[in-house]
T-cell receptor
Framework: DARVTQTPRHKVTEMGQEVTMRCQPILGHNTVFWYRQTMMQGLELLAYFRNRAPLDDSGMPKDRFSAEMPDATLATLKIQPSEPRDSAVYFC????????????FGPGTRLTVL | AQSVTQLGSHVSVSEGALVLLRCNYSSSVPPYLFWYVQYPNQGLQLLLKYTSAATLVKGINGFEAEFKKSETSFHLTKPSAHMSDAAEYFCAVSIIQGAQKLVFGQGTRLTINP
């Protein structure tokens, strides 16, 4: 049963620290999405990649967030420095990149910044 | 620009009663529409999707949705609610911008009363 995996599942850190979240997309999927979910804002798309190239990262605060795909099996989302307002659940999803495609979501990383 | 609006952030029904979750879309082109479900502490998973074939779409767990162009709606229904249906439900529309990109509604939290 192929699924998207994310690590860590939970992260508590102090303001100013660097946070790195990792995602392993489903094998064969060429599109990867990063979302952030909060009570106030709901689900927000932060960035997405196709064939490892960033297509749109307009949803990310550029000064502190960065997203990369070092290879086809790993996507990373980094926050440096972290702030309390970054506390949220971060989801990775993958798909085959066509308009009718299903996005498959990972279980999320719950980030708390103190 | 494509968007979706979910009417009602919270819906409460009794076990065995009809479930109706409302979603209206805005799109300048024929849309592709999705319903996703999120159970507590999990990622989103696809319930069903409309991809311009049949207007009545059947999904998992007994849910179905009907695409009504004249009403710009894609409401989700289930004839008889079960306790296990308690979750948050998201309507989404697909945007083609280089790769598939979903725009989600704010979500509707469904509570089932015994």
């Amino acid at each position: 049963d192929a699924r998207v995996t994310q690590t860590p599942r939970h992260k508590v850190t102090e303001m100013g620290q660097e946070v790195t979240m990792r995602c392993q997309p489903i094998l064969g999927h060429n599109t990867v999405f990063w979302y952030r979910q909060t009570m106030m804002q709901g689900l927000e798309l932060l960035a997405y990649f196709r064939n490892r190239a960033p297509l749109d990262d307009s949803g990310m605060p550029k000064d502190r967030f960065s997203a990369e795909m070092p290879d086809a099996t790993l996507a990373t989302l980094k926050i440096q420095p972290s702030e309390p307002r970054d506390s949220a659940v971060y989801f990775c999803a993958s798909g085959v990149g066509v308009a009718t495609d299903t996005q498959y979501f990972g279980p999320g990383t719950r980030l708390t910044v103190l | 620009a494509q968007s979706v609006t979910q009417l009602g952030s919270h819906v409460s029904v009794s076990e065995g009663a009809l479930v109706l979750l409302r979603c209206n879309y805005s799109s300048s082109v024929p849309p592709y529409l999705f319903w996703y479900v999120q159970y507590p502490n999990q990622g989103l998973q696809l319930l069903l999707k409309y991809t311009s074939a049949a207007t009545l779409v059947k999904g998992i767990n007994g849910f179905e949705a009907e695409f009504k162009k004249s009403e710009t709606s894609f409401h989700l229904t289930k004839p008889s609610a079960h306790m296990s249906d308690a979750a948050e439900y998201f309507c989404a529309v697909s945007i083609i911008q280089g790769a598939q990109k979903l725009v989600f509604g704010q979500g509707t939290r469904l509570t089932i009363n015994p």
